[in-house]
């Protein structure tokens, strides 16, 4: 499973490297050689970028999961502007050994149209990211940030193909491999803004139960027609038609077991999207399109596990406890601020007097403070899932591991926007 983890790693690496191999290869070298190769580098990554978007299942199996592939979309995307910065830094350095008036020229908008649409997507794409990565945003502002960097494709490879100075027509090679990953890019950008996802396969439910329990929805849902076979501790995407929000699907995670036809949910009212949940009502209709992600006890090679939970974190393991066979033996911490929010430990118990294998033990922060490693800690052999708020996860994988946890024994839910 790690070396798996690990492929899709390497392949970004390759597509950032290949246009600075081929350039350095096939173009003669140049006191500008280094602005050239990392303007190549980060139209390459873009256009990488907008085909992870289109969450097609060759790159979830890549990235080993949904979740580990946004965490490395937003990576990828700070990779990205950095190298821009460096192309315009570098050649404004370039510039400035000229003169100062050069360099001003350089940097000011330019009649040159190519170079203006090079400058315009810059300036673009770092306000954006900006805003996604520091800023909170509603989720369909968040939606339409994304479609506007990814349309920047288009003016970044038109600066890259007419810019004055360009190589890319004189290194057949490179232009083959530019074309070829910015046409891949347009293609999926086109139809994930125009079409969106009109022919992503997706399944249809109507929703059976609404419950509200402290700040959660508990939904549940039968199939219309054919039901989504997955495994647990999945989530998918989800469309509920009565509520708009500009058709934008949500990732939520399957609460049910992998053997129930019916899809359960547990939303947490968290605001913005999640604030008109309130609003659905029994026989609404919700498209699901899924499954999706790698956590999963089902997943990890030994049967001995510990399950750490924290907030709302709980449904993948809700998903999990359900659908349990014979011969695993699990230890769960279910961690939230006092019992009022425990909305899912009677539940948990309930599974537990079922299976005796399965043991649950509460922890109320409120009284008892934040979990610790030491408390989960088994100096056995022994594998642990993590799934809670991304402080929690990475403080107790720090510890778990200073603890002698080896690193490849710790799995986590990485998924967040």
């Known amino acids: 499973m790690i070396k798996q983890k690990w492929l899709g790693f390497w392949v970004s690496v390759a597509v950032a490297v290949i246009p600075a191999l081929l350039w350095v290869s096939f173009t003669p070298i140049r006191n500008d050689a280094l602005a050239k190769i990392t303007a190549l580098s980060a139209l390459s990554l873009l256009s990488f970028l907008i085909i992870l978007s289109g969450r097609l299942p060759i790159f979830e199996k890549l990235f080993y999961g949904l979740d580990t592939l946004y965490k ?3 990576n990828i995307s700070a990779i990205v ?10 050649l404004t350095f370039k510039y400035l050994q000229i003169s100062d008036v050069s360099a001003f020229k350089f940097v000011i908008p330019s009649t040159e149209i190519p170079l203006l649409l090079g400058k315009f997507a810059l300036y673009i794409m770092v306000t954006l990211v900006v805003l996604t990565l520091y800023f909170k945003i509603k989720y369909q ?17 038109y600066h890259a193909l007419f810019v004055a100075g360009s190589d890319l027509t004189q290194n057949v090679p490179l232009l083959i491999y530019m074309v070829a990953i910015g046409a891949s890019a347009s293609a999926v950008y086109v139809y994930k803004s125009l079409f969106h996802g009109s022919f992503v396969k997706t399944y249809s ?35 509920f038609a009565s509520l708009g929000e500009g058709n934008e699907s949500h990732p ?7 053997t129930d036809e019916h899809l359960r949910f547990c939303i947490k009212n968290l605001g913005d999207f999640t604030n008109s949940i309130g609003q659905l009502k029994v026989g609404d209709t919700a498209h699901i399109e899924g499954p999706y992600g790698y956590f999963s006890f089902s997943k990890i090679p030994h049967k001995k596990q510990t399950w750490i939970a924290g907030g ?19 230890n769960m911490y279910y961690c939230v601020r006092n ?15 079922a299976n005796h294998r399965f043991n649950v033990t509460a922890h109320f922060s409120d009284s008892a ?9 088994s100096r056995s052999s022994n594998n642990y899932l993590i799934c809670g708020p991304q402080s929690m996860m990475e403080s107790l994988k720090t510890d778990l591991v200073a603890l002698g946890t080896p690193k490849q024994e710790i799995y986590y839910e990485e998924f967040a926007l």
Not at 81 to 90: V, W
């Open 312 to 330: 709302i974190g709980v449904t993948p393991f809700l998903a999990m406890a359900q659908s349990l066979p014979t011969g695993y033996a699990v």
């Open 252 to 258: 939520f995670t399957i609460a049910s077991a992998s």
């Open 72 to 74: 490395a979309h937003k």
């Open 141 to 157: 502002w968040f939606v339409l940030s994304m479609r506007v960097m990814g349309g920047m494709i288009f003016l970044s490879g």
């Open 81 to 90: 502007i950095m190298l821009i910065l460096a192309h315009s830094s570098l």
């Open 205 to 239: 439910y109507k929703i059976i139960s609404i419950r509200k329990r402290h700040n959660v929805f508990d939904i549940v849902m039968s199939p219309v027609g054919k039901p989504l076979n997955r495994y647990a501790g999945q989530f998918a995407f989800v469309t």
């Open 339 to 353: 019992k009022q929010e425990a909305v899912f430990l009677d539940e948990l118990y309930a599974i537990a007097d």
């Open 369 to 377: 403070g934040q979990i610790s490693a030491k408390t989960i800690h």
